[in-house]
C-alpha cells in the first residue's frame, strides 16, 4: 500500500532521544514513505542523533541551533544542495530553566522568560522563514504545544506563556504563508513522559491526574501524537490551517 507521504520530503527539528516527540513522528513518516532530513542541538546530541537518523534512514542529519540565524542559514543551505525540495517541516524544539518549572510564575526572571520565548516561540518563526522558500510546492509546518498555553498548569509556568506565543504565532504563520499554500498548525499533546518532562517537579503526578480524569482514561502515546503529524503533513491535511489540534486522550474538555 502506498504511504500517505510517499513523494514528499520532511525535516524534523528537535530529535534529542527515543523518547522524543519528534523521535516518534519522524518513524511515522518514514512509514508512510517521506524522505527524511533530521536536526540536532549541540555537539553534545550529534552521536545520538545521527545513531537514531541511521537507523530511521534518514538522508541528512545536520547540527542546527535555531537561536542562531547563521545556523539556519547554513540548514537552508544543506537542505537546498540536498533535496529537491521540501514539503513538511516538524517543529519539536522547547526549552526553560529548571528553576522556572518549579518556583512560582511571578518570580520567573527577565533572561528566563526570555530564553523560553526565544528558544520555544520565537524558533518557529525563524524556522518558517527559513524553510518557506524551499516549500515550492506548499507545504505543511507542525509545532508541538500543551494545554498549559491556556489554562493554568502548576509548574508549567513560563512554559505555558512561550507555548501561548507560540500557539499565537502559528495562526499568524498561518495567514502570511496560506497564499503559498503553506499550512501551520500545531498539535497540543498531552503530557508524555519525555526526557525534557522527566526533570519537571511532580510530573508523575500530572500523567496520574491525566489518566485518571480524561475521557479515555489513559495517558498520550507518542504514536498518536506521531499519526495526527502525519494527517497534518499529508494531503488529507490539505484544508487545515492555523489550527491546534488536541491529541491528548480528551483531557482539555473536562471542567473537573
Ligand atoms: C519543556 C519541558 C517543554 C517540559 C515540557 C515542555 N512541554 C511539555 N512538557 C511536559 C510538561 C511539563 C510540565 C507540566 C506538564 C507537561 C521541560 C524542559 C523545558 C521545555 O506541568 C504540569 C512542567
Redesign the pocket.
Known amino acids: 500500500m502506498a504511504g500517505l507521504l510517499e513523494a514528499k520530503t520532511a525535516l524534523v527539528l528537535g530529535v534529542a532521544n527515543r523518547w522524543s516527540l519528534a523521535y516518534a513522528i519522524a518513524q511515522a513518516f518514514r512509514r508512510e514513505g517521506a524522505r527524511l532530513a533530521l536536526t540536532y542541538q549541540g555537539e553534545r546530541q550529534k552521536a545520538t542523533v545521527e545513531e537514531l537518523g541511521a537507523e530511521l534512514g534518514a538522508e541528512l542529519v545536520l547540527g542546527c541551533d535555531v537561536t542562531q540565524e547563521s545556523e539556519l542559514e547554513g540548514l537552508a543551505a544543506a537542505l537546498k544542495e540536498a533535496l529537491p525540495q521540501l514539503d513538511c517541516v516538524v517543529h519539536s524544539i522547547?526549552?526553560?530553566?529548571?528553576e522556572d518549572?518549579s518556583r512560582p510564575f511571578v518570580e520567573t526572571s527577565r533572561s528566563g522568560y526570555l530564553l523560553?520565548q526565544e528558544?520555544?516561540s520565537y524558533s518557529l518563526v525563524a524556522v518558517a522563514r527559513t524553510v518557506a522558500p524551499l516549500m515550492r510546492q506548499g507545504g505543511s509546518i507542525l509545532t508541538?504545544?500543551?494545554?498549559?498555553a491556556t489554562r493554568v498548569?502548576?509548574?508549567?509556568?513560563v512554559?505555558g506563556v512561550?507555548?501561548a506565543a507560540l500557539e499565537a504565532a502559528v495562526r499568524y504563520l498561518a495567514s502570511d504563508l496560506g497564499p503559498s499554500n503553506i499550512r501551520v498548525n500545531a498539535i497540543s499533546?498531552g503530557?508524555?513522559k519525555?526526557a525534557?518532562?522527566r526533570?519537571?517537579?511532580?510530573?508523575i503526578k500530572?500523567l496520574d491526574a491525566v489518566a485518571e480524569r480524561a475521557p479515555l482514561r489513559r495517558n498520550t502515546d507518542p504514536a498518536e501524537v506521531a499519526d495526527t503529524a502525519v494527517f497534518l503533513a499529508s494531503d488529507l491535511g490539505r484544508g487545515v490551517t492555523g489550527n491546534i489540534i488536541f491529541v491528548d486522550a480528551g483531557f482539555q474538555v473536562m471542567g473537573l
Open positions: 522547547a526549552f526553560a530553566n529548571r518549572l523560553a528558544v520555544s508541538l504545544t500543551y494545554l498549559g498548569v502548576p509548574n508549567y509556568n512554559m512561550a507555548k499533546a503530557p508524555v519525555t525534557s518532562a526533570g519537571v517537579k511532580d510530573f500530572v
